[in-house]
């Protein structure tokens, strides 16, 4: 039976290899589960990710579809950005909302706690419902050039399925509302 609490990992030594405001990239020398030398790369996240499903009583969300640098293709996700480590993720995905789709919530409900890539980042990632919701203008930040769309939430889980959503977090947030809402 395998112990839970115990680290089969043993760091040796590790070095920062890059640091920019966003992430902070180490290599780690480490004695793997086996017993062998190994080397292994982490990105450290200065941020914590936050996912805001909004929906309405309806039963419409909003998604927000912009061209990702990294995948060098366009993405369609739910609201989304970086919340300081030391902030409270509450008042994070509030603003984030507020930025990407111009929306305020009376209700929030936080729905999960993600790891987002746990075999080369730290990085944790959460999700809210917000709900109760008004309608107000966007500040989109500098690096956004955001598309907004208004579908019902169903809808938005029929583009999870066709693979028309990729993004992680959006994937599981949605399903998660949904299934919390019972469709």
């Known amino acids: 039976m395998i112990d839970e ?11 920062e290899v890059y640091d920019n405001k966003w992430i902070h990239v180490e290599e780690h ?15 450290h996240f200065k941020n914590k990710a936050i996912g805001i499903i909004p ?3 309806q039963g419409y969300t909003w998604l927000v579809g912009q061209y990702r640098y990294p995948l060098k293709e366009y993405s369609w996700e739910i609201p989304m ?6 902030q ?8 984030e909302l507020k930025e990407e789709t111009g929306l305020t919530a009376e209700k929030w409900t936080k729905i999960m706690r993600i790891h987002t890539s746990n075999s080369v980042t730290d990085e944790e990632g959460f999700v809210f419902l917000a709900e109760a ?7 989109f930040e500098e690096t956004e050039q955001l598309a ?6 169903r809808e938005a889980v ?17 399903l998660l509302a949904a299934r919390l809402r019972g469709i």
């Open 148 to 153: 907004i769309k208004k579908l019902p939430l």
């Open 158 to 174: 029929q583009w999870v399925e066709q693979g028309k959503i990729t993004d992680g977090i959006s994937i599981a947030g949605l």
């Open 133 to 139: 919701l008004s309608q107000g203008e966007t500040e």
């Open 81 to 86: 950005g970086g919340g300081p480590i030391e």
């Open 88 to 95: 409270d993720v509450l008042l994070s995905a509030q603003r």
């Open 5 to 15: 609490q115990h680290n089969p990992w043993q760091t040796l030594s590790k070095k």
């Open 55 to 57: 929906v309405d009583d």
């Open 29 to 43: 020398e480490v004695i793997i589960p086996s017993g062998k030398p190994g080397i292994y790369g982490m990105v």
